[in-house]
């Protein structure tokens, strides 16, 4: 029983008693007792899971620990038994890392034998690898992304791209959303400056002159060029606006900052228009029916 919830018994047992003053090895020993001891989850762990599976990530477990511990740990932070490796080498989370990264994509469930076979596919998919140990050093290493632990090894530190300094599982979330909050920024800025520069470079060489009396003052051509610089040096800043999410104990993401509550007002607003004007907007009590759940 203790096994199977991932615990390791430990037997106490006392020699009775007697007389005889034989070997101990003879006398009869009598079980007084059983320890359990374990390994203690993070408070965070199961959260921090269950908020990367709503963000569309699949999350597997590679431990070297025995089968029968893993199951039982992934049972507990709410990781598939389809996604657990357990009694893996070094070299085999490498392997592992190497796998997922050449597994089909687009069939996100598939199991994967941990120990051999080989997936060629064209599509790469993107993995990241969260340890703290030497023992995971390699497939830090390999992964897309590497995310060390603060308070893991120093080589696992050093072959990793990312570092929790505080330890806290839950900084993965974070960092995966920064990352992304940047990326959709830089992605913003190109497709400004591309269609600005598009429209303004032949608007201020003179292009259409031929269609319209107006034409460009060099000093105005000029404020549009550093204009350029300026709009998109503005748009990287307002990442200064990214506050940092919280994560509810159930895995739901509560994002903070300015845009989020400007997101939050518009929803709120339009959910109470169209409240008003739909017929079948309104509960019975008044109130705005089923638009009252849509801000989380």
Same mark, same amino acid.
């Given at each position: 029983? $203790?096994? !199977?919830? +991932?615990?390791?018994?430990?037997?106490? /047992?006392?020699?009775? &008693?007697?007389?005889?003053?034989?070997?101990? =090895?003879?006398?009869?020993?009598?079980?007084?007792?059983?320890?359990?001891?374990?390994?203690?989850?993070?408070?965070?762990?199961?959260?921090?899971?269950?908020? $990367?599976? !709503?963000? +569309?990530?699949?999350?597997?477990?590679? /431990?070297?620990?025995? &089968?029968?511990?893993?199951?039982?740990?992934? =049972?507990?932070?709410?990781?598939?038994?389809?996604?657990?490796?357990?009694?893996?080498?070094?070299?085999?989370?490498?392997?592992?890392?190497?796998?997922?990264?050449?597994?089909?994509?687009?069939?996100?469930?598939?199991?994967?034998?941990?120990?051999?076979?080989?997936?060629?596919?064209?599509?790469?998919?993107?993995?990241?690898?969260?340890?703290?140990?030497?023992?995971?050093?390699?497939?830090?290493?390999?992964?897309?992304?590497?995310?060390?632990?603060?308070?893991?090894?120093?080589?696992?530190?050093?072959?990793?791209?990312?570092?929790?300094?505080?330890?806290?599982?839950?900084?993965?979330?974070?960092?995966?959303?920064?990352?992304?909050?940047?990326?959709?920024?830089?992605?913003?800025?190109?497709?400004?400056?591309?269609?600005?520069?598009?429209?303004?470079?032949?608007?201020?060489?003179?292009?259409?002159?031929?269609?319209?009396?107006?034409?460009?003052?060099?000093?105005?051509?000029?404020?549009?060029?550093?204009?350029?610089?300026?709009?998109?040096?503005?748009?990287?800043?307002?990442?200064?606006?990214?506050?940092?999410?919280?994560?509810?104990?159930?895995?739901?993401?509560?994002?903070?900052?300015?845009?989020?509550?400007?997101?939050?007002?518009?929803?709120?607003?339009?959910?109470?228009?169209?409240?008003?004007?739909?017929?079948?907007?309104?509960?019975?009590?008044?109130?705005?029916?089923?638009?009252?759940?849509?801000?989380?």
């Amino acid at each position: 029983l $203790l096994r !199977s919830q +991932g615990y390791v018994g430990v037997y106490v /047992t006392v020699i009775e &008693e007697s007389n005889d003053s034989s070997n101990d =090895r003879s006398k009869q020993r009598r079980v007084i007792g059983v320890l359990g001891i374990i390994d203690s989850i993070e408070d965070d762990a199961r959260r921090t899971v269950l908020a $990367l599976k !709503s963000m +569309g990530i699949d999350v597997w477990m590679c /431990t070297g620990d025995h &089968e029968t511990t893993a199951t039982a740990v992934a =049972r507990q932070v709410g990781i598939e038994e389809s996604n657990i490796c357990a009694s893996v080498t070094p070299e085999g989370k490498a392997d592992l890392v190497k796998r997922l990264q050449r597994r089909n994509r687009h069939r996100r469930y598939r199991s994967i034998n941990c120990f051999s076979g080989q997936n060629n596919m064209d599509n790469q998919n993107k993995v990241a690898m969260v340890g703290d140990g030497i023992n995971d050093s390699a497939a830090l290493a390999w992964a897309n992304v590497g995310i060390a632990i603060g308070a893991g090894t120093e080589v696992a530190v050093e072959a990793a791209d990312i570092v929790l300094v505080r330890s806290n599982l839950t900084d993965v979330v974070v960092a995966l959303q920064l990352s992304r909050a940047v990326f959709n920024r830089i992605q913003i800025n190109f497709v400004w400056a591309m269609g600005y520069n598009l429209f303004a470079i032949p608007f201020a060489a003179g292009v259409f002159n031929s269609f319209i009396s107006f034409r460009v003052p060099p000093a105005f051509a000029g404020f549009m060029m550093a204009f350029s610089s300026v709009s998109v040096v503005t748009s990287s800043l307002l990442l200064r606006c990214y506050s940092k999410p919280s994560i509810k104990e159930d895995g739901s993401i509560r994002k903070h900052g300015i845009f989020s509550y400007i997101r939050q007002f518009c929803v709120l607003a339009c959910g109470q228009c169209i409240s008003i004007f739909t017929p079948n907007g309104r509960s019975a009590d008044g109130r705005g029916g089923d638009w009252e759940g849509m801000i989380v």
